[in-house]
């Protein structure tokens, strides 16, 4: 989707400054049970887990500085 294919390059850069937590991206056109079991009902959704629980989750695009504000608030 265009806003996916917005958002990633800025996941990328975050994933490269903030090395004290791990930032992943999931397709879920090659996985598909992800929507599913994590509740998905837009994309895209950015989700926050801590010990395996999601503790955070967005829906949508952000810039950049609100993406890493999102994060530190919420690790």
Do not use: H
Not at 25 to 40: E, F, L, S
Not at 48 to 62: P, S
Request: with cysteine; proline share 8%; net charge positive.
């Amino acid at each position: 989707c265009g806003p996916c294919k917005t958002l990633a390059p800025l996941i990328d850069e975050v994933a490269n400054e903030m090395k004290d937590v791990k930032i992943v991206k999931v397709n879920i056109d090659q996985a598909p049970q992800a929507p599913t079991r994590y509740g998905v009902r837009g994309i895209p959704t950015l989700m926050i887990f801590k010990g395996g629980q999601v503790v955070a989750t967005r829906v949508g695009g952000m810039p950049k500085q609100q993406l890493t504000a999102w994060i530190s608030e919420n690790t």
